[in-house]
């Protein structure tokens, strides 16, 4: 990430920063991806299916990693207004956690988060293959950062889907080439898209990032 596009200057009481995990799992058939339903009151995108993340909360950064981010993920990550790299990271396995149940961790110090008990959080395991901030006009807008992640890294059992917070429902292990078929957000479909073409190897070079923190929409690569 270089230069102007390491940058967005902006208001951070109105656009909250956010962590979002795609947690592919292989199969006999091809890969699935772990999705659920958010609630149909939800006051952000209610009804559709998405990823399981959420906001980053202060207490991210002071959270230790069992493994640390890999070098081009810290890089790609890292900017001068924002949470750091490592605060992003924890974000995204906590809220992986409490909305799925399933432990992206390995042995070390644990965070006081349910189900960590002898493991602290493995931000290794994680790749960071989007960006997109919220359009205006919407009733909350967040700084989503998208993390590839397989399943094979989980210190859980990812058939036992049992989250601490109900805010996802119909939690399911969806067939990725089946998953567009669900009702979801346009950028949910986008990260799909590009999440398969990482799982094939033909992801385009940097991360695509949809920003729309200025006065205009702008798509680029970080």
Do not use: Y
Request: net charge neutral; hydrophobic share 45%.
């Amino acid at each position: 990430m270089g230069g102007a596009d390491a940058r967005v200057r902006r208001p951070r009481g109105v656009i909250r920063d956010a962590a979002t995990i795609v947690l592919l799992r292989k199969g006999p058939s091809g890969p699935s991806v772990l999705m659920g339903q958010r609630g149909s009151k939800a006051a952000f995108m209610p009804s559709k299916f998405v990823f399981p993340g959420g906001a980053v909360d202060a207490g991210d950064a002071q959270v230790p990693l069992a493994r640390p981010l890999a070098p081009a993920c810290r890089s790609a990550l890292a900017r001068a207004d924002g949470p750091s790299p490592e605060a992003l990271a924890a974000a995204a396995i906590r809220e992986l956690a409490e909305e799925t149940g399933q432990i992206l961790g390995r042995p070390g110090p644990a965070p006081a988060w349910p189900g960590f008990e002898g493991h602290g959080p493995d931000a290794g395991a994680l790749r960071f293959i989007f960006r997109a901030i919220t359009p205006p006009g919407r009733p909350r807008r967040f700084d989503a950062r998208f993390f590839l992640a397989d399943a094979g890294a989980l210190a859980s059992d990812p058939d036992r889907l049992d989250p601490p917070d109900a805010e996802l429902s119909h939690l399911q292990w969806v067939p990725l080439h089946e998953a567009r078929a669900l009702d979801m957000p346009f950028v949910t479909e986008v990260v799909l898209a590009e999440a398969a073409a990482h799982h094939e190897g033909s992801s385009a070079p940097g991360v695509p990032f949809f920003d729309n923190g200025g006065p205009s929409s702008v798509f680029r690569r970080l």
